[in-house]
């Protein structure tokens, strides 16, 4: 007998799916700007987590920050739209969960950076309760 992906055995809230919103992933693929792309479609975290990866490898922590903190708060509204209540399960298996994971793990790590630690820590945490997958693919574990 299988599970589905991130069932709380012991009666939890049920796993939220986002829907999938191809344009922005397609165009992002094709090799349209970030930027681009984010002012297309400024609701999608995984544009906004694209940028904040893009920064932090450029060393440009402050963007990374604020384009994650972007993602976030974005992704928050869909996943609230989509009937989640502020806690449980996003699995890192669903695709269009990923770029919220990928904004929530980008701000924690900015945050780090920048000395905020009670933020970084309540992000790692939110990250790990979320999806293990997500934070053991996200954090190199």
């Not at 922005?24 to 904040?52: I, N």
Request: glycine letters at 8%; charged letters at 20%; one cysteine or more.
């Amino acid at each position: 007998m299988t599970t589905p992906i991130d069932q709380n055995l012991i009666g939890g809230p049920a796993p939220t799916f986002l829907p999938d919103d191809p344009a922005p992933r397609e165009a992002l693929e094709a090799g349209t700007d970030p930027y681009v792309v984010a002012a297309a479609h400024p609701t999608s975290s995984l544009v906004w987590s694209v940028l904040a990866d893009q920064a932090h490898a450029e060393g440009r922590t402050v963007e990374s920050y604020a384009f994650a903190r972007v993602g976030y708060h974005r992704g928050l509204d869909t996943l609230r739209r989509n009937g989640w209540k502020g806690h449980g399960p996003v699995p890192w298996e669903h695709e269009p969960n990923r770029g919220f994971l990928r904004c929530l793990h980008a701000l924690a790590r900015a945050a780090t950076l920048i000395g905020e630690e009670d933020e970084a820590t309540r992000c790692t945490l939110f990250l790990r309760d979320s999806s293990a997958a997500a934070a053991a693919a996200l954090e190199g574990r």
